[in-house]
């Protein structure tokens, strides 16, 4: 309650000093900023958080003041000054202690797939994308293209969250740095023929894995919240300071703009013969890329190199007790995460074709974070529905929102409420990490392994499916005809068919029916079976010494 009244009061005191109305992105930007004068006090002292706030306010005053008009770059210099203290700060602080393993009441549990399973599910992804594509709209293909790009940039989260234990919440901002240097240095030709080459795309990834080294710096010393603050003050920093410079700049002697009137063109790539210009084309290019990389990144996790990356998200202590060099393996995962965060940035890029800061917006790469936990950070597919929930499914619900809008405009207040709400989908859906620390893939797996053991329910729903791709293809069905029978097939035929066939196999081999938990003793009396599971659950299992016998707990 004393949190929130004095970050009221804060908002009620600096609105006057803004000057404008105040948004909600402000507002997070304005609490990211007052991270800088708390970490002066380390979270723990007010005095000298006072301090560190006033350091702070007044050397920015200064900026406006006392820098000549010439330097036009102080404007965004003020601006970024408070990540600039956030990140020297948590840079001198003392370092802690190497972390032991930790016992946890929930935990994740992250299933290793095979890379049998891996390839396979590669190669479903393609053909299921191939098939898509046929029946989709152009603006369908498009918004699937640019879910499958952000999906590669979750595929960095993966990597380095999911299998190594560190944190990053500047992914898009390594999208940006990738952007920028393919901009500069890997755009061949001009108007309609221009194209994106293989030399742009590699030295973006090359230099973005070099950025990616300078950030895991701090992350040598630092660790959770700590580490998580340092990243973010980073990809501020980048977004206030780097993306901001829209002017032509000169540094010794040279010439150069490094966002030209806040807006640049990114072309589709040609790779020699290949020229991957049209939608379905580069829609495909993605989509391979995808699995390619996360069948990849299995095949990592299975290596030595993989193993000592759990093991260092595990125990730190332990890795450096046994000699592992725990440095050197912060540093590697560091870059290799940050390549692949450049490669998907310059693909994202390329499939908007105008590209402007705010792609690469501090909150969007806050938000990817949740979604892949929340898909589950440890799997290959936790990224893919990353993406396709953050940009699909989100642009999809949007659009369908505004359309009833339209369509019955007494209720257009109503809908248009829902829209405003779609927008904080993605921090409400994080309430149900409580329940499956392990994401929502692992449910969903989970939940269709069952049909395993029922062929005749799981036979049925790919010939519904087939029936209503095909019914799609001809014509007779519409795609939103198809996308509701997808999901019929998809979910109200494993529940309904998996009910019928289970009761149909326990009459055919004569088994009654379980009966639920809460309803034994009612619909039939207890058992000693009853009576030791409920034993084993509660963690009440009796210790039957020699001689003795199990005393009974229905007696």
Request: proline letters at 4%; glycine letters at 10%.
């Amino acid at each position: 309650a004393g949190g929130a009244f004095l970050a009221a009061l804060a908002g009620i005191l600096i609105q006057p000093m803004i000057g404008s109305a105040m948004s909600a992105s402000q507002l997070t930007l304005l609490v990211i900023d007052a991270f800088a004068a708390a970490m002066f006090g380390r979270l723990r002292s007010l005095p000298r958080t006072f301090v560190g706030a006033l350091v702070i306010g007044l050397t920015t005053t200064y900026v406006v003041g006392y820098f000549p008009a010439s330097w036009t770059w102080s404007s965004a210099f003020r601006q970024s000054l408070p990540m600039i203290f956030l990140f020297i700060v948590l840079i001198i602080l003392p370092q802690d202690r190497l972390r032991g393993t930790t016992i946890l009441r929930t935990r994740e549990r992250f299933r290793l797939p095979s890379l049998r399973t891996a390839w396979i599910a590669g190669l479903i992804l393609v053909v299921v994308v191939f098939a898509l594509r046929v029946i989709m709209a152009p603006t369908a293909v498009n918004t699937l293209t640019l879910a499958m790009t952000m999906a590669i940039i979750a595929l960095s989260l993966v990597l380095l969250t999911g299998l190594a234990g560190e944190i990053n919440l500047a992914v898009m901002s390594f999208g940006a740095i990738a952007t920028v240097i393919a901009f500069h240095f890997g755009v061949s030709g001009s108007g309609q023929g221009a194209r994106m080459t293989l030399w742009g795309i590699v030295i973006g990834c090359v230099v973005t894995a070099i950025v990616g080294a300078i950030i895991a710096l701090p992350a040598l010393r630092l660790r959770g919240l700590y580490l998580a603050l340092a990243t973010m003050a980073f990809g501020v920093f980048v977004s206030r300071m780097v993306l901001s410079q829209i002017t032509e700049r000169e540094i010794f002697g040279l010439s150069f703009t490094i966002f030209p009137t806040g807006q640049i063109n990114i072309p589709k790539p040609s790779v020699g013969p290949f020229d991957f210009n049209s939608k379905d084309t580069f829609l495909m290019l993605v989509t391979v890329l995808f699995a390619l990389l996360a069948i990849a990144l299995v095949f990592v996790r299975h290596s030595g190199y993989g193993r000592r990356l759990a093991a260092m998200k595990d125990s730190p202590a332990a890795c450096a007790t046994l000699g592992m060099s725990v440095v050197r393996l912060k540093l590697s995962v560091f870059m290799l995460s940050a390549a692949i965060a450049g490669l998907g940035g310059i693909l994202m890029s390329a499939q908007a074709g105008n590209v402007t800061a705010d792609r690469f917006d501090i909150l969007l790469s806050l938000s990817l974070m949740m979604i892949t936990v929340v898909g589950g950070i440890g799997y290959m597919s936790g990224a893919l529905f990353a993406g396709i929930f953050l940009v699909a499914f989100i642009e999809m619900l949007n659009g369908a929102l505004k359309k009833f809008a339209v369509d019955y405009s007494a209720l257009e207040a109503i809908f248009m409420f829902f829209v405003s709400a779609v927008t904080v989908l993605p921090a409400t859906i994080g309430i149900t990490m409580g329940k499956s620390p392990s994401g929502a893939v692992n449910d969903i797996v989970e939940g269709f392994s069952r049909l395993k053991d029922a062929k005749p329910v799981m036979y049925s729903m790919i010939g519904l499916e087939v029936i209503a791709y095909a019914l799609t293809v001809t014509g007779v069905l519409t795609n939103w005809h198809f996308a509701i029978a997808t999901i019929v097939v998809l979910f109200v035929v494993p529940a309904l068919g998996g009910k019928i066939y289970e009761k149909y196999m326990l009459k055919k081999f004569g088994v009654p029916p379980p009966v639920p938990a809460e309803l034994i003793g009612i619909e039939r009396p207890y058992t000693d079976d009853d009576l030791a599971d409920m034993d084993r659950v509660l963690g009440l299992d009796a210790v039957v010494l020699p001689g003795k016998e199990r005393v009974d707990a229905s007696a």
